[in-house]
C-alpha cells in the first residue's frame, strides 16, 4: 500500500514536471517550410541553407527547417509568396522586396529607379530607421522579420545590342518580376516589359520569346544567362537593388520557446550578414573578379558614363515621383535623407 503510494506520487510529479515540455514538444512541427525563389549555388538559396543549418545547431536540433526554392509552395508565383506566409501555408520566407511590393506598398521603395546610388545607400536604407519602420508594417502584416540580406543592384542583359541610352533599348522586349512599378520604369525608358515569374523568365529568354532581362550579377552568372539564354550584352545600370528579408510567420513564431525564438533570430542575422558578403563579392573594386570573368565569357559589359546614366534617370524621373506619392511621401523623404547623410 504504501508503495503504491509513492509510486502514484512519483508518477504525478513526473507528469507534472514534463507537462510543460510535453506542450511545447506538441507545438512544434516535424519540418518547417522555408521558401525561396533561387536555391543554390545562388547567393540566396545558399542563404537560406545557411539559415536552416545554422538554426538547426543553435536549437540543437529542435527547430528543423526545410528549404523550397523555386517558390515551389505558390507553384513558382514568387508575388504570392508574402500572402501564403500570412496565411501559414508557408512558415518562412528570405523574400525579395519586389516580390512582396504587390502586398506591401511601401516596399515598392527599394524599386525606385536610381535612388540608391551605391551599397552604403543600401545600408543606410535597411540599417536605419527606413529599416525599422519597414519592420514595423510587416509586423503589422502577420509576419516576424528578423534581418536584412541581399539580392542585389539589379542590372540589365539582352541579346541583341549593346545598351547605352534609353534610346538603345527601344522596341526590346524585356521581362521584368512582381510590381507595376517595373512595367512603367521600362515603359517610360522606352523598352517592352513583360511580367512573368523567373521559372517562366528563362525558357523566355533560351527560346528568343523575350529580349532582355534584369538582375543581379550573381543571378546572372549562376543562372549561366549569357550561354544558355543568349544574354550576350550586359548594361551595368544599377537602377534598383532588392534586399532580402528573412522572416516567419507569427503563429509559428508564438509557438517556439523563448530561447528557440532566439537561436532562429540570431541564426537569421548571422545567415543574412554571410549572405551580404556573398551577394557582393567579385563586384566591388578593388576585388570586381565577378566583372572580370563575365567578360572574359565574351559578354559585352557596358560601363555607363555619367551623362549615359543621367539620360536614363531623366527619363524615369516621371515614374520616380509618382511613385513616391503612393509608396508614402513621408518614407520616401526619410529615405533621400538618409541616403544623402550615408557614411
Ligand atoms: O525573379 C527575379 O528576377 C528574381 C529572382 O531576382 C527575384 O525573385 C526578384
Same mark, same amino acid.
Given at each position: 500500500?504504501?508503495?503504491?503510494?509513492?509510486?502514484?506520487?512519483?508518477?504525478?510529479?513526473?507528469?507534472?514536471?514534463?507537462?510543460?515540455?510535453?506542450?511545447?514538444?506538441?507545438d512544434? *512541427?516535424?519540418e518547417?517550410?522555408?521558401?525561396?525563389?533561387?536555391g543554390?549555388?545562388f547567393?540566396?538559396?545558399?542563404?537560406?541553407?545557411?539559415?536552416c543549418?545554422?538554426?538547426?545547431?543553435? %536549437?540543437?536540433? !529542435?527547430?528543423?527547417?526545410?528549404?523550397?526554392?523555386?517558390?515551389s509552395?505558390?507553384?513558382g508565383?514568387?508575388?504570392?509568396?508574402?500572402?501564403?506566409?500570412r496565411q501559414? &501555408?508557408?512558415?518562412?520566407?528570405?523574400? &525579395?522586396?519586389?516580390n512582396? &511590393?504587390?502586398?506591401?506598398?511601401q516596399?515598392n521603395?527599394?524599386?525606385?529607379p536610381?535612388?540608391?546610388p551605391?551599397?552604403?545607400?543600401?545600408?543606410?536604407?535597411?540599417?536605419?530607421?527606413?529599416?525599422?519602420?519597414?519592420?514595423?508594417?510587416?509586423?503589422?502584416?502577420?509576419?516576424?522579420?528578423?534581418a536584412?540580406?541581399?539580392?542585389?543592384? !539589379?542590372?540589365l /542583359?539582352? /541579346? *541583341?545590342?549593346?545598351?547605352?541610352?534609353?534610346?538603345d533599348? *527601344?522596341g526590346?522586349?524585356?521581362?521584368?518580376?512582381? /510590381?507595376?512599378?517595373f512595367?512603367?520604369?521600362?515603359t517610360?525608358?522606352g523598352?517592352?516589359?513583360?511580367?512573368?515569374?523567373?521559372?517562366?523568365?528563362?525558357p523566355?529568354?533560351?527560346?528568343?520569346?523575350v529580349?532582355?532581362?534584369?538582375?543581379?550579377?550573381?543571378?546572372?552568372?549562376?543562372?549561366?544567362?549569357?550561354?544558355?539564354?543568349?544574354?550576350?550584352?550586359?548594361?551595368?545600370?544599377?537602377?534598383?537593388?532588392?534586399?532580402?528579408i528573412?522572416?516567419?510567420n507569427?503563429?509559428?513564431?508564438?509557438?517556439?520557446?523563448?530561447?528557440?525564438?532566439?537561436a532562429?533570430?540570431?541564426?537569421?542575422?548571422?545567415?543574412?550578414?554571410?549572405?551580404?558578403?556573398?551577394a !557582393?563579392?567579385?563586384?566591388?573594386?578593388?576585388?570586381? &573578379?565577378?566583372?572580370? @570573368?563575365? @567578360?572574359?565569357?565574351?559578354? %559585352?559589359l557596358? !560601363?555607363?558614363?555619367?551623362?549615359?546614366?543621367?539620360?536614363?534617370?531623366?527619363?524615369?524621373?516621371?515614374?520616380?515621383?509618382?511613385w513616391? *506619392?503612393?509608396i508614402?511621401?513621408?518614407?520616401v523623404?526619410?529615405? @533621400?535623407?538618409?541616403?544623402?547623410?550615408?557614411?
Open positions: 500500500m504504501k508503495r503504491g503510494l509513492v509510486l502514484f506520487f512519483a508518477i504525478a510529479l513526473a507528469a507534472a514536471w514534463a507537462a510543460p515540455q510535453a506542450v511545447f514538444a506538441a512544434y *512541427k516535424g518547417y517550410k522555408l521558401s525561396t525563389v533561387l543554390k549555388p547567393p540566396w538559396g545558399n542563404a537560406g541553407e545557411r539559415w543549418e545554422l538554426i538547426k545547431q543553435k %536549437t540543437n536540433g !529542435r527547430i528543423n527547417v526545410k528549404m523550397y526554392p523555386g517558390t509552395l505558390v507553384g508565383d514568387q508575388t504570392k509568396e508574402f500572402t501564403s506566409i501559414g &501555408s508557408i512558415d518562412m520566407a528570405i523574400g &525579395s522586396t519586389i512582396w &511590393s504587390p502586398q506591401i506598398q516596399l521603395l527599394f524599386s525606385m536610381f535612388l540608391m551605391d551599397y552604403k545607400a543600401i545600408d543606410a536604407l535597411t540599417g536605419g530607421e527606413v529599416g525599422k519602420d519597414l519592420f514595423k508594417v510587416l509586423e503589422s502584416k502577420g509576419v516576424v522579420p528578423l536584412w540580406g541581399e539580392n542585389g543592384f !539589379r542590372e /542583359s539582352n /541579346s *541583341k545590342r549593346a545598351v547605352h541610352t534609353p534610346a533599348l *527601344k526590346l522586349k524585356i521581362r521584368v518580376v512582381g /510590381s507595376p512599378l512595367l512603367e520604369t521600362f517610360a525608358l523598352a517592352n516589359p513583360t511580367q512573368m515569374s523567373w521559372a517562366d523568365a528563362v523566355a529568354l533560351s527560346s528568343g520569346a529580349d532582355g532581362q534584369e538582375n543581379p550579377l550573381t543571378v546572372y552568372m549562376a543562372a549561366k544567362l549569357a550561354s544558355a539564354a543568349n544574354q550576350k550584352f550586359l548594361t551595368l545600370l544599377g537602377y534598383v537593388a532588392d534586399p532580402l528573412f522572416v516567419v507569427k503563429d509559428v513564431w508564438a509557438s517556439w520557446k523563448p530561447e528557440d525564438q532566439k532562429v533570430a540570431e541564426a537569421a542575422v548571422q545567415a543574412a550578414k554571410e549572405n551580404i558578403a556573398e !557582393r563579392k567579385g563586384i566591388v573594386a578593388p576585388d570586381d &573578379s565577378l566583372l572580370k @570573368e563575365i @567578360e572574359a565569357a565574351g559578354v %559585352t557596358t !560601363r555607363l558614363t555619367d551623362a549615359e546614366k543621367a539620360e536614363f534617370k531623366k527619363a524615369t524621373q516621371a515614374v520616380y515621383d509618382k513616391a *506619392k503612393q508614402g511621401a513621408d518614407l523623404k526619410k529615405a @533621400e535623407g538618409a541616403i544623402t547623410n550615408r557614411k
